[in-house]
């Protein structure tokens, strides 16, 4: 069974709005179990695990934890990023919707381990019905003592609200969103001091995807050693996939790390819509590399996805078939993350501008061997120095599809030579 539903086992079998079916299915179980536990001995099994946050940057958890729980300063505060605003991923939402209180777990262990007292879920602002859940189940969790002042009798008192985004995507970044949080417009911070030191009102803050705080109740329940058996020595556990754009079953589906992309594919989207021939896919979402049919055999793991100069980023796989134009798909990215840059720094502010600019004219059959050039050395540039995340890794698909489709780029230039040719 390629599956393996560990942090969605649940989800389709319960009822999610009830805490009841929750607890019937040893919810709240694992939070009963860590606050026998110390404090210390919690963050060493999440080290023991090698748990890696599951929102993009794959950054260990348990460094976060003992960042946090060794500051001193107070109030210390929590996040959980429910952002999900890079198109191609849906796996938050699934989660968010389908079983709920296992992300309240997970935050209110962390929380425990600590010892932070204030709890923030950021949720896209589009996702109504997640919105509506969380704070539903907050409520349920704090009617039955799980939330709120001397959590099943023990001195910790922790709670949770919900906020909602306004529809930005670089709001997803965890200083842009801490910005949020506190009522500024959604821009990132320098870096050093990071939220650990000095996060949301400048106090000590960690910050973790909702999938990576999902994983904490099963990492205490199998323990840290148990939970690094599962898929590879560098990424441990499984891994929610985002998968759609032109297979027949798209949906989130839950793989050990290890597994290959092109199992996902086919094994479980059930290949190619309509029996057309893939072109390629992309990983990660919009910010992630576009890569040929050969590579699909790669598999899904933190450090072979970096031997590409990548991420696996939260876990999105779109599929793209021959139908599409290349140039097309990599015009919408940038078009998106145009819209979609804060602003606050020049290369990712005009870089977007003239990368569609020069995406342009390959659409358009005008470009030359300078603008090949152009486009490459400016998403260089891009990656290099923008500030934050967006602009880092918004260039990837044009660098991925200059190393892996080149062929696409010179046929073009070479229409744009014939043309102009038979202009004369
Ligand atoms: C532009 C941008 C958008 C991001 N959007 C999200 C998001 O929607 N959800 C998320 O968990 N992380 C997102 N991240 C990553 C966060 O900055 C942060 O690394 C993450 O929330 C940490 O959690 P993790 O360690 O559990 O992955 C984004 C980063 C960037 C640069
Ligand atoms: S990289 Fe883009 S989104 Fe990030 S700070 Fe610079 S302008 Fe803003």
Redesign the pocket.
Known sequence: MLEMKKITRRCGKINPLSIEDFMATDGYEMLKKAIKMDKIAIIEEVEKSYLR?????G?P?AI?MKGLAKEIATPKYMIC?A????PGNFK?RYLMENDPHQIIEGMIIVAYATQANQGYIYIRGEYDNAINIMKWTIEQARKNHFLGKNILGCDFDFDIEVRSGAGS??C???FALIESLEGKPGRTRVKPPFPTQKGLFNQPTL????E?FANIPFIVDIGGQAYAKIGTPSSTGTKLISLSGNVKHKGVYEVPFGTPIIDVINKLGGGIANNRKLKMVQLGGACGPIIPEYMLDMVIDYERFEEFESKTG?GAIIVIDNRFDMFDILLRIVEFFAHESCGKCTPCREGHIQLANLIKKFINCEATIKDLISLESLARVMHQTSL???GQ?SPTSIIATLRYFRDEYLDRIESSDMIKGEGK
């Open positions: 946050g599951r929102g993009g940057a950054f958890v976060k990023n952002d999900e605003g890079e938050d995507y670089v997803g970044e965890e910050i973790n995807n909702v990576t939260a934050c995340g967006l890794s």
